[in-house]
């Protein structure tokens, strides 16, 4: 499976294996298992404790949808407040 389809599969699923292939200084180079020709650096203090070398990990990654919405809402309200203070000032 070459990498767009590889990487397909992870995105549409959510849900991905990764070896740690090795450490280097405060971060652990995870392969991800679909041809382990996917390379990601992630910092060990966010590594479930006791993990090494040549571990598998379960990783699953969702869109918070609700979240979004309310950072974009928080955004959008800020954004109005900057607009309304600068023509009161003018």
């Known amino acids: 499976m070459d990498m767009y389809h590889a990487g397909y599969a992870i995105r549409r ?3 991905m ?3 740690i292939d090795r450490i280097e200084g405060k971060f652990a180079v995870l392969l991800i298992r679909n041809g382990e020709s996917i390379k990601l650096n992630f ?3 966010l590594l479930p404790g006791g993990s090494k ?4 990990l379960d990783i699953s990654i969702h869109k918070d949808e609700k979240e979004t919405e309310d950072a974009k809402d928080r955004v959008s ?3 109005e407040k900057l607009k309304s203070k600068n023509k009161q000032g003018s």
């Open 53 to 56: 070398e040549g571990d598998i």
């Open 13 to 15: 699923e959510g849900k």
């Open 17 to 19: 294996k990764a070896t």
């Open 43 to 45: 910092p060990l203090i």
């Open 77 to 79: 309200s800020l954004i």
